[in-house]
C-alpha cells in the first residue's frame, strides 16, 4: 500500500478507512445500548421474561456480527464488496444509515 496513497484525504483506500470506521462505531454504541439495558434491566421472573431473553440474544448477535466486522476488515481491509455485503447483511443498520454507507462506497468506486 502506497504511502502517498493512504495519506491523500480523498483517496480509495483512505475512504474505504473510513467506511469501516464507521461502522465499527455504529455497532459498537448499538453493543453499548444492549449492554447498558441488560445492565439496568429489573430482575426477572426465571424463564418467563421475554423481554430479558430477547435481550441476551442481541447482545450474543451484536458481540459476533462486530467479530466478523473485524474478521472482514482485517482480511481484506480495502474490498469495497467486503463492506458492501457486510453491510447488506448486517441487521444492526436502518434503512437511512445503509444507504449512507453505501453511497460512501460509491464514492470510493468513483475515486
Not at 469501516?20 to 448499538?30: A, C, F, M, S, V
Not at 449492554?35 to 421474561?49: G, K, V
Not at 448477535?61 to 466486522?69: A, H, N, S
Request: hydrophobic content about 35%.
Amino acid at each position: 500500500m502506497s504511502t502517498v496513497l493512504t495519506q491523500k484525504k480523498n483517496s480509495p483506500v483512505v475512504l474505504v478507512e473510513s467506511v469501516w470506521r464507521e461502522i465499527e462505531n455504529h455497532l459498537e454504541i448499538e453493543k453499548k445500548r444492549i449492554f447498558d439495558e441488560i445492565l439496568n434491566y429489573p430482575p426477572p421472573i426465571p424463564a418467563c421474561d421475554v423481554q430479558f431473553n430477547f435481550l441476551l440474544e442481541e447482545r450474543s448477535k451484536i458481540t459476533e456480527e462486530l467479530r466478523r466486522m473485524r474478521k472482514i476488515s482485517e482480511n481484506d481491509a480495502n474490498g469495497v464488496q467486503s463492506i458492501r455485503e457486510f453491510v447488506e447483511s448486517c441487521e444492526y443498520f436502518d434503512n437511512l444509515l445503509e444507504a449512507k454507507l453505501l453511497s460512501d462506497l460509491e464514492k470510493v468506486l468513483d475515486e
